[in-house]
């Protein structure tokens, strides 16, 4: 059970909404199990259909986190036309197996669908999430 607090949803599903119809893509950081920071990053493929962090802002992020003790605790990215399931692009470039891989689906816009994946060598785990006011 990976516990996210809800402000943090409600941020990715803006971010989301604001980058469509591109992917939008983020960072977020934790200690001791509890996300403590959410950093929305450029998808530097401006693409509908895939996103990669832009690599300045993916080393100063890191910097940050190193800094201050934090684990990169998630990734996020949005679909915007299909499942919030990682596709087979996604499977493919997972290079944290420790981070939770956050997914937010628009394809039904007025209902967007939220969540969380362990990508593990090629291996797709849904991680049950519990929603927390704080």
Known sequence: MFRLQRR???????????????????????K???????????????????????????????????????ELTGIYHSHTHTEAYPSPTDVRLAAWPDAVYFLVSLKDPERPDFHGYHIRDGQVTEVPLEIVEE
């Open 8 to 30: 943090y949803v409600e941020d990715i599903i803006a971010h989301a909404r604001e980058e469509a119809p591109n992917e939008c893509c983020g960072i977020l950081a934790g």
């Open 32 to 70: 001791d199990g509890t996300v403590v920071k959410l950093w929305r990053t450029t998808n530097a493929e401006h693409s509908p259909y895939r996103y990669s962090v832009d690599p300045k802002e993916l080393l100063q992020i890191y910097r940050e986190i190193e800094a201050n003790g934090w």
